[in-house]
């Protein structure tokens, strides 16, 4: 007499009692892990997009001092750090940019804890010098970049990291 082997889903009680958990077979959640490794896809490239629209757009932003103040110390050192912050952004946005980088003796892209500490040069020296709220406001576009990018990135990361974590943890029963 040959036995057949059933599979049956479990099935957990819980305190409605009206809901019933459904065990995925292998088909099913690979569907169920494409589908969030697709949606993660799309959301990294909006995210990207995002950035890449942020970036360009920031980059002389220092240069652009508003005209009540005096001028700011070493104007022109301040504009090339900005100008070197955001390029930095864009490498750590697009890590294949760097493989491309000519400059291969450069340590690039640098940390984040190295830009936030860059970035916070400007605003640091604005608030030594008594410069008024705006002009330090002002100031601190560049370390709220770099902060804006860190954010996004982290997530993204996270997100990637949670779908591997999903995969590990995916149900497979093999056949008799």
């Not at 370390?143 to 779908?163: I, K, N, P, W």
Request: net charge negative; aromatic share 6%.
């Amino acid at each position: 007499m040959t036995s057949l082997r059933h599979r049956v889903g479990f099935t957990a009680s819980d305190d409605d009692g009206d809901a019933q958990n459904h065990v995925l077979d292998d088909v099913e959640q690979e569907e169920v892990i494409e589908d969030l490794r697709q949606r993660n896809d799309e959301t990294t490239a909006r995210a990207t997009l995002v950035l890449d629209v942020v970036l360009p757009s920031l980059r002389a932003l220092p240069s652009f001092i508003p005209t009540l103040e005096p001028d700011p110390p070493c104007p022109i050192l301040f504009t090339l750090l900005a100008l070197g912050l955001h390029s930095n952004l864009t490498l750590l946005v697009h890590p294949t940019l760097a493989l491309h980088s000519t400059l291969k003796a450069l340590p690039l892209p640098i940390s984040f804890s190295l830009t936030y500490a860059l970035a916070a040069v400007w605003p640091t020296l604005s608030l030594f010098l008594a410069r008024s709220w705006q002009v330090t406001a002002f100031s601190a576009a560049s370390f709220l970049v770099v902060a804006l990018t860190h954010s996004v990135l982290r997530t993204l990361q996270e997100g990637d990291q949670a779908l591997a974590e999903l995969e590990t943890l995916r149900y497979r029963a093999p056949g008799p």
